[in-house]
């Protein structure tokens, strides 16, 4: 029977490390502080800029929200321009998606690489295909450290990601790119996706389709990232047949409380350590 990856668990520990972390900082005058940046009226943005907002200040973390509901290419990255010369912003993030008729790429490539926290410009992918320091985006850096916490070597082994979103399928395979590993990558509409699930020792999922791959998609002994979010009325569903699964995984993260739950820790994660620099 697979261990279950409890993100809100290994959040809450990562949250109160940081806390240590962030008072430490204070203690030699320093503030860590993270730019919000939010363009257009969507109220799910608008609701999730703000439990960022709230997840930084509850472990020490000042923020400094900017909510552009009407803007040009040309004002937004003019502000970027403004708080990457603050020396008192350390991390600056931009929800997206963006407002409609905004550039993504052109507007996240502003954002200096020193401060790009969520480690979604095109730089930071340069900097992790070529294997140099940079921040790993969140749902990268949330594999690795649930993985860390666990005890589960990802070395010499076979990866599996299926889907290959900007957000975590293709960080996550140039990043692995530069490890001792085995990787296989897929578009989520590829039809041999079951005979490579098959082969994975580690698989992540990225299919935004409810239980996509069931307990003949996968091995014994795998373990299994589930990134799917799929809603049916409330309640939400992973891509893995979770309870099938997990009679042959090793270990499997849950949907919901498994990966989830880290995303904005790991955001918080880089901004303390673009502050300790």
Known sequence: ????????????????????QVAALKAKGIQPTLALILTGTDQYSIRYVNIKAKRAEEIGIATKIHHLEKTTQLE???????????PTIHGILVQLPLHEGLNEQEVISTIP????????SQFTMGKLLMGEDCYFPAGVAAIFEMLKRYSIDEREKHWVICGMSNIVGKPLAACL?????????????????????????????????????????????VVVIDFGNN??????????????????????????????????TMLLSNTVKAASY
């Open 1 to 20: 029977m697979a261990v279950f990856l409890d993100g809100k668990e290994t959040s809450a520990k990562i949250s109160e490390e940081l806390k240590s």
């Open 76 to 86: 937004l990255t003019s502000l970027i321009t403004i708080l990457g010369a603050d």
């Open 113 to 120: 690489l020193v401060k790009d926290v969520d480690g979604l």
């Open 231 to 264: 809603y049916e009325g409330k309640k939400v569903y992973g891509d893995i047949d979770t309870e099938g699964v997990s009679h042959i995984a090793s270990a499997i993260t849950p949907v919901p409380g498994g990966i989830g739950p880290l995303l904005i």
């Open 177 to 221: 790119s530069n490890r001792k590993t085995i990787v296989t990558f897929l578009q989520k509409d590829d039809p041999r996706i079951t005979e490579y699930t098959k082969q994975a020792d580690i698989l992540v999922t990225e299919l935004f389709k409810k239980h996509a791959i069931n307990i003949d998609g996968v091995k014994n002994g």
